[in-house]
């Protein structure tokens, strides 16, 4: 059988992202990235803890972050994790990570939103609004196609493949969703599937230079389009939605990742802190 430990590094993530029954674009991305600095090398060789640091060290000279090193760190380490299930290598290494502390969501108020949908681009304006309405994840709402809405019941259907959580996703659309989506029915071109367009073309991203530029003229920086479902979310627990209400509407997978969102709803602290206080008033 040889040495399977001598298969290049192009060779195992090829077919590990072949496997998958996801999109995996933004592993593609790293795996493309990761090629012309391991590609040609073996798994065995990019095991070698040597090797992962310096992975981490090109991360970093190219301006990286913690948390973005992290994730392409986490995209060698599943690689590897198949290695070992296919037998390439005897186990899969620990790869080094920085994990950096959690910070509070970034989140803007309503003054805010309007400020910055005045400065962006029409497309790009309603994407946002979108955004926070549905509280959909980026790639998830520019792959959403109109034969998975319906208007008239108020509800959209994201397939699994398109999904963090990698389940069917059914939305509500709440008035302002069912706003924002008619004007991009006037804006797109009729023959086209997809919702979310520009000049007639698929809107692949919207962390564009035009939406960095418009967060710089809004005075709203720093922000990445990810911080609009962290607004979203944000607006809606202080609006009085539970947290699992807001679990069940974002399509979270754990409930620990909602708790980011408790402190926004001190008033239902308050109201358990009040029952407990009638109770221990009740028996003393």
Request: aromatic share 8%; glycine share 4%; with cysteine.
């Amino acid at each position: 059988l040889g040495d399977r430990g001598s298969v290049s590094w192009n060779e195992a993530a090829q077919r590990w992202l072949s496997d998958s029954a996801k999109p995996k674009s933004r592993d593609r991305e790293l795996i493309g990235w990761l090629e012309s600095r391991i590609g040609i090398y073996s798994v065995s060789d990019v095991t070698h803890p040597d090797a992962l640091e310096m992975l981490r060290q090109h991360g970093l000279a190219d301006g990286w972050s913690h948390s973005t090193v992290d994730r392409m760190m986490g995209t060698v380490s599943a690689v590897l994790k198949a290695c070992a299930k296919w037998q390439y290598i005897p186990h899969a290494p620990i790869v080094p990570m920085y994990r950096p502390g959690l910070d509070e969501p970034r989140w803007l108020t309503p003054e805010e939103m309007e400020r910055l949908c005045d400065e962006l681009p029409m497309h790009l304006a309603l994407a946002a609004r979108f955004s926070v309405a549905t509280l959909l994840r980026m790639r998830a709402m520019l792959q959403l196609t109109w034969d998975r809405v319906n208007l008239k019941q108020q509800r959209a259907w994201v397939p699994r493949a398109h999904q963090k959580a990698a389940r069917t996703f059914g939305l509500p659309l709440s008035t302002e969703a069912l706003r924002v989506l008619r004007a991009l029915r006037w804006l797109s071109p009729p023959s086209s599937p997809h919702i979310f367009t520009w000049r007639g073309e698929p809107i692949d991203d919207c962390n564009t230079l035009a939406f960095q530029e418009a967060v710089k003229r809004a005075g709203v920086e720093p922000l990445r389009w990810h911080d609009l479902r962290h607004t979203g979310a944000s607006w809606a627990v202080q609006s009085g939605v539970t947290l699992p209400e807001l679990m069940v509407l974002g399509d979270w997978k754990d409930y620990r990742s909602v708790l980011r969102y408790a402190h926004l709803a001190p008033q239902h602290a308050a109201t358990a802190a009040e029952k407990l206080a009638q109770w221990a008033k009740a028996t003393a």
